[in-house]
């Protein structure tokens, strides 16, 4: 039912998982299933970090985890046992390559051209010149994360190695999906930091659900969500301050029955009291995010299916 991706399978081919330069691993890993209309992917978890990167990294030992979504795999896998929904997981880092950035969104002025033209900054890529486009160059209270600028050359490299076989085994799988079912889910599953308290010292949200203010998927899929976790008695806000980004731009595509959700998960409700490894509620936090998986589920399969209803998790 929900099997890992072989070397025979032909859906996404293995060789489109990409390497991850100057490492020894594949960019991504895909565990496929077709038993429901729903793909999960985790793109800022990865922990496999080529040593060169780190030693080119001021501090890594601090700036490296600051830049994770820290063990947001670990609670998407256990999603996925409990729902047997397919699972893509980013290897790569993010300190290497945001995948949540437009390939074009690059601060230039942390690129050596070696040679090669390279484009000058622009009105484009102010995100990028913040600190956090597709390589990010500076986080808040840390300053700059390299020691030098990077290399055209690797930039190039980790284009092609990974943002780029990332995004086409996402785009293949929720084609698949789409064929099979009439409609297709993707839930694309980060963390957060805690928030801060609202007004009045109200409790922050535990989670925020993003569908780019209505234009990543058909809204009835964002009410099931914002309801299942509220009844549940957590705290979910919707769209602020995380309304979600290039992943649910490129991807979800409503009229032609693909739809996207981001969905964040504040760290301090599934990490241990340091915020640093998976703690003791975790299981607690994956049980609700599966029950509510598999409500959206059989959602996405009545969408597909029109006046049929399929149901999809049983």
């Given at each position: 039912?929900?099997?890992?991706?072989?070397?025979?399978?032909?859906?996404?081919?293995?060789?489109?998982?990409?390497?991850?330069?100057?490492?020894?691993?594949?960019?991504?890993?895909?565990?496929?299933?077709?038993?429901?209309?729903?793909?999960?992917?985790?793109?800022?978890?990865?922990?496999?970090?080529?040593?060169?990167?780190?030693?080119?990294?001021?501090?890594?030992?601090?700036?490296?985890?600051?830049?994770?979504?820290?063990?947001?795999?670990?609670?998407?896998?256990?999603?996925?046992?409990?729902?047997?929904?397919?699972?893509?997981?980013?290897?790569?880092?993010?300190?290497?390559?945001?995948?949540?950035?437009?390939?074009?969104?690059?601060?230039?002025?942390?690129?050596?051209?070696?040679?090669?033209?390279?484009?000058?900054?622009?009105?484009?890529?102010?995100?990028?010149?913040?600190?956090?486009?597709?390589?990010?160059?500076?986080?808040?209270?840390?300053?700059?994360?390299?020691?030098?600028?990077?290399?055209?050359?690797?930039?190039?490299?980790?284009?092609?190695?990974?943002?780029?076989?990332?995004?086409?085994?996402?785009?293949?799988?929720?084609?698949?999906?789409?064929?099979?079912?009439?409609?297709?889910?993707?839930?694309?599953?980060?963390?957060?930091?805690?928030?801060?308290?609202?007004p009045n010292d109200a409790k922050p949200a535990e989670f925020?659900?993003?569908?780019?203010?209505?234009?990543?998927?058909?809204?009835?899929?964002?009410?099931?969500?914002?309801?299942?976790?509220?009844?549940?008695?957590?705290?979910?806000?919707?769209?602020?301050?995380?309304?979600?980004?290039?992943?649910?731009?490129?991807?979800?595509?409503?009229?032609?029955?693909?739809?996207?959700?981001?969905?964040?998960v504040c760290r301090s409700t599934y990490l241990d009291a340091?915020?640093?490894?998976?703690?003791?509620?975790?299981?607690?936090?994956?049980?609700?995010?599966?029950?509510?998986?598999?409500?959206?589920?059989?959602?996405?399969?009545?969408l597909g299916d029109g006046d049929t209803i399929r149901q999809?998790?049983?």
């Amino acid at each position: 039912m929900h099997e890992p991706l072989q070397d025979d399978e032909s859906d996404v081919e293995p060789r489109s998982r990409g390497d991850i330069p100057g490492g020894d691993g594949p960019a991504f890993s895909l565990e496929l299933s077709d038993s429901l209309p729903l793909l999960i992917a985790v793109p800022h978890a990865g922990r496999a970090y080529p040593g060169a990167v780190l030693e080119s990294m001021r501090e890594p030992e601090w700036t490296a985890p600051r830049l994770e979504d820290r063990y947001a795999d670990a609670l998407g896998r256990e999603i996925a046992r409990l729902t047997g929904a397919p699972l893509l997981m980013a290897k790569a880092p993010r300190a290497m390559l945001d995948l949540n950035r437009a390939p074009d969104d690059i601060d230039w002025g942390m690129v050596t051209r070696h040679g090669t033209k390279t484009p000058t900054n622009s009105l484009a890529n102010r995100r990028a010149r913040s600190g956090l486009g597709l390589v990010p160059r500076r986080l808040p209270g840390v300053g700059e994360l390299w020691k030098a600028p990077l290399p055209r050359d690797q930039l190039d490299a980790r284009i092609a190695g990974i943002h780029r076989p990332y995004h086409r085994a996402l785009s293949k799988v929720l084609e698949n999906l789409r064929d099979r079912w009439g409609a297709a889910l993707l839930l694309d599953l980060h963390s957060m930091p805690p928030l801060r308290p609202g007004p009045n010292d109200a409790k922050p949200a535990e989670f925020v659900l993003g569908d780019r203010f209505g234009a990543s998927c058909d809204p009835i899929l964002s009410a099931l969500v914002l309801s299942e976790i509220g009844e549940a008695g957590r705290r979910i806000a919707h769209n602020r301050p995380y309304a979600g980004g290039y992943v649910l731009d490129c991807h979800a595509a409503p009229k032609r029955g693909i739809h996207a959700l981001q969905l964040e998960v504040c760290r301090s409700t599934y990490l241990d009291a340091r915020l640093e490894r998976p703690g003791p509620r975790l299981g607690t936090v994956a049980r609700l995010l599966a029950k509510t998986i598999r409500s959206l589920a059989d959602e996405v399969a009545r969408l597909g299916d029109g006046d049929t209803i399929r149901q999809a998790a049983e």
